[in-house]
């Protein structure tokens, strides 16, 4: 079975929780049949005046394409991009926009800290399966500065 553990930049981790974009239940996986991978995930903008705004965002691409982005989310004022493109499920940086804001994370499985994991999948269809560990949240660090 192969683990390997992630991290999120030093400077992602130390965002306020009151001014950030948090993200939860983040899903990335590599599907056999279609020879795709997928990206799936809930954000909340956690930022004041935002009242919790909360949507959730996926995509698919054909690895090993350097997809960038961006993406609407389920709500549209919601979007996602990959600023360094994302041909390798297990180390990509992650970028959403709400209302003009910003955030940034970098997630990457062979960095050594748990939060993000990528695993061979015993589920059908599923080559390898990545995703936040234990109930983590990333919190998405404001580039606009």
């Keep these: 079975m192969k683990f390997t553990l992630a991290t999120i930049l030093a400077a992602a981790a130390s965002v306020s929780a009151q001014n950030a974009l948090r993200v939860d239940s983040l899903s990335v996986k590599t599907l056999t049949e279609s020879q795709t991978a997928r990206i799936d995930f809930t954000v909340v903008d956690l930022r004041e005046g935002q009242n919790g705004a909360t949507t959730t965002c996926s995509t698919a691409w054909t690895p090993p394409n350097e997809t960038i982005g961006p993406f609407a989310c389920a709500d549209n ?8 493109g994302i041909d390798d499920i297990e180390a990509f940086a992650l970028s959403v926009t709400h209302l003009g804001w910003t955030g940034t994370a970098a997630l990457n499985a062979h960095a050594g800290t748990a939060v993000y994991g990528c695993f061979d999948s015993d589920q059908a269809g599923v080559t390898t399966d990545c995703h936040l560990l234990d109930g983590a949240h990333v919190y998405l660090q404001d580039v606009q500065n």
């Design 77 to 84: 004022g919601f979007s996602f991009a990959f600023p360094t």
